[in-house]
């Protein structure tokens, strides 16, 4: 009999993927865990039903969640990411040889644990010597840590669960708080089809808190509506200033110095969200 994984991505609409094996089925403290291997995708992280990251295109948002503020801040030492514990973006995070301080905050062991059995490709930079895994809560992390980071970034799932508060108005000042004078803040802010709302008030919210927004573009073919957005909240340094000449070849499949500006240049419909 077929096995089919399906997503409802939202109330009306649905993804499905037919699945070869199902390598990984548990419940968390904090969600259910599920890795399916497929034909079309490779191997498939679900939590809660829903796709958090595949081999065919993790790249994308794993580049560029982590190249774009890291690239944009001239001398990154050290760097905080929240969530992301399929280790896509630490692999990402680890290439920039300046950085001498990783921490990294899941609040899911099992997730971890799962990235290491299954996904040898996303999370082979937990073993870099400069990554410090923290087994917790990244909303409470950042209340706890002042004027600590350089650059944090924030690899959340959907605003469901564990995940609601890394989305509100206080974690974001918590944020700001956790960065030193000079540093900046990368979150993924979800569709711009199907999450119009929810960019424009993070948006409105990031621009109450500092200096320099700006929204990006990515493109997830497996994420819903295919358009991904991500959020730079940055106390000093613009991406759009960034001499990208001079930006080093960091070996990456999508982010490219040349593309370092080009993906904040936003269709009109994507722009009247952020109110530019
Ligand atoms: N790229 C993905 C996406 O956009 O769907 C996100 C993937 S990554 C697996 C998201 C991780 O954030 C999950 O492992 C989840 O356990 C973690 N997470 C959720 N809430 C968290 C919190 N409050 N603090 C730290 N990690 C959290």
């Given at each position: 009999?077929?096995?089919?994984?399906?997503?409802?991505?939202?109330?009306d609409v649905?993804?499905?993927?037919?699945?070869?094996?199902?390598?990984?089925?548990?419940?968390?403290?904090?969600?259910?865990?599920?890795?399916?291997?497929?034909?079309?995708?490779?191997?498939?992280?679900?939590?809660d039903?829903i796709?958090?990251?595949n081999?065919?295109?993790?790249?994308?948002?794993?580049?560029?969640?982590?190249?774009?503020g890291?690239?944009?801040?001239?001398?990154?030492?050290?760097?905080?990411?929240?969530?992301?514990?399929?280790?896509?973006?630490?692999?990402?995070?680890?290439?920039?040889?300046?950085?001498e301080?990783?921490?990294?905050?899941?609040?899911?062991?099992?997730?971890?644990?799962?990235?290491?059995?299954?996904f040898?490709?996303?999370?082979?930079?937990?073993?870099?010597?400069?990554?410090?895994i923290?087994?917790?809560?990244?909303?409470?992390?950042?209340?706890?840590?002042?004027?600590?980071?350089?650059?944090?970034?924030?690899?959340?799932?959907?605003?469901?669960?564990p995940a609601?508060?890394?989305?509100?108005?206080?974690?974001?000042?918590?944020?700001?708080?956790?960065?030193?004078e000079?540093?900046?803040?990368?979150?993924?802010?979800?569709?711009?089809?199907?999450?119009?709302?929810?960019?424009?008030?993070v948006?409105?919210?990031m621009?109450?808190?500092?200096p320099v927004?700006?929204?990006?573009?990515g493109?997830?073919?497996?994420?819903?509506?295919?358009?991904?957005?991500?959020?730079?909240?940055?106390?000093?340094?613009?991406?759009?200033?960034?001499?990208?000449?001079?930006?080093?070849?960091?070996?990456?499949?999508?982010?490219?110095?040349?593309?370092?500006?080009?993906?904040?240049?936003?269709?009109?419909i994507?722009?009247?969200?952020?109110?530019?």
């Amino acid at each position: 009999m077929e096995l089919w994984f399906t997503e409802d991505q939202t109330r009306d609409v649905r993804i499905s993927c037919r699945v070869k094996k199902v390598l990984f089925s548990g419940r968390s403290q904090f969600q259910e865990v599920a890795v399916y291997d497929t034909d079309e995708y490779g191997r498939l992280l679900a939590l809660d039903n829903i796709i958090q990251t595949n081999i065919w295109d993790e790249f994308i948002y794993h580049e560029s969640l982590t190249h774009v503020g890291l690239n944009t801040h001239p001398n990154p030492k050290k760097v905080l990411l929240i969530g992301g514990g399929d280790g896509g973006s630490v692999r990402e995070i680890v290439k920039h040889k300046e950085i001498e301080k990783i921490v990294h905050v899941e609040i899911d062991q099992m997730v971890i644990d799962v990235a290491k059995e299954f996904f040898p490709e996303l999370s082979s930079g937990f073993s870099d010597p400069r990554v410090e895994i923290i087994v917790d809560d990244g909303i409470k992390h950042v209340q706890e840590n002042k004027n600590t980071y350089d650059v944090i970034m924030v690899d959340s799932p959907d605003p469901i669960g564990p995940a609601v508060g890394l989305y509100g108005d206080e974690f974001y000042r918590n944020v700001a708080g956790a960065l030193k004078e000079d540093g900046l803040l990368v979150a993924q802010t979800e569709s711009p089809f199907f999450n119009r709302d929810l960019i424009s008030r993070v948006n409105a919210t990031m621009k109450n808190i500092f200096p320099v927004v700006r929204m990006f573009l990515g493109i997830v073919p497996t994420y819903p509506g295919g358009a991904w957005t991500f959020t730079v909240g940055s106390k000093k340094y613009d991406p759009l200033e960034v001499e990208t000449d001079k930006l080093p070849d960091l070996n990456t499949k999508w982010y490219s110095p040349q593309m370092h500006r080009s993906v904040f240049t936003l269709p009109p419909i994507f722009r009247e969200l952020v109110k530019e």
